[in-house]
């Protein structure tokens, strides 16, 4: 593997890591197991005070973060006429998405990585500066496809790469999905 290759990978495995810490590392005081409890101190003229004292999660018990287990879709189109503005393209891509998503009834993702393939250069590697373009067309209409599964675009919630994976047909976009734990 090339070297500026291994360095996006290196980024996108990076950025995922820092968002799953992130995340991970918010607490609650309702739904994730935590109780707050009254403790009595003493205060300046003796009186007893009641102070909140935060006890530990049961064991097994999710603390919130993203589930490690990602789930995708697949959508294909006509990435030049995507990234071109076809309106064509653009409808095919939300519809691909509607269906697809069905399969996650009641859910609603939370961060969201989109790989597109636009295909080769002469010579038969990736153009990969065309497969991200194509990958941020398709990041940009997900919201739109079906905003009550897909958070607001924003390029840090939903995010665009290329795929290098020679076995991608051209117009491909993989869209890999993290959830919230419950």
């Given at each position: 593997m090339s070297g500026a290759r291994m360095a996006g990978w290196l980024f996108a495995d990076l950025l995922l890591v820092m968002v799953v810490v992130t995340l991970g590392g918010e607490t609650t005081t309702k739904g994730a197991g935590a109780h707050i409890r009254p403790e009595l101190t003493a205060g300046p003229t003796s009186t007893p005070t009641p102070t909140p004292a935060v006890s530990n999660p049961a064991p097994g018990t999710p603390a919130g973060g993203l589930d490690p287990h990602t789930k995708?879709?697949?959508?294909?189109t006509?990435?030049?006429?995507?990234?071109?503005?076809?309106?064509?393209?653009?409808?095919?891509?939300?519809?691909?998405?509607?269906?697809?998503?069905?399969q996650f009834q009641g859910e609603r993702a939370a961060f969201v990585i989109v790989f597109?393939?636009?295909?080769?250069?002469?010579?038969?590697?990736?153009?990969?500066?065309?497969?991200?373009?194509?990958?941020?067309?398709?990041?940009?209409?997900?919201?739109?496809?079906?905003?009550?599964?897909?958070?607001?675009?924003?390029?840090?919630?939903?995010?665009?790469?290329?795929?290098?994976?020679?076995?991608?047909?051209?117009?491909?976009?993989?869209?890999?999905?993290?959830?919230?734990?419950?």
């Open positions: 995708s879709i697949s959508v294909r006509d990435p030049g006429g995507l990234v071109g503005g076809s309106d064509a393209a653009a409808a095919s891509i939300r519809r691909q998405v509607v269906q697809k998503a069905e597109g393939n636009a295909g080769r250069l002469p010579g038969g590697a990736v153009d990969t500066r065309s497969s991200t373009e194509y990958a941020e067309a398709v990041a940009r209409l997900l919201p739109s496809a079906k905003p009550d599964f897909f958070p607001p675009y924003d390029e840090k919630i939903i995010r665009s790469y290329h795929n290098t994976d020679p076995r991608v047909p051209s117009g491909t976009a993989e869209i890999e999905l993290f959830f919230l734990l419950h």
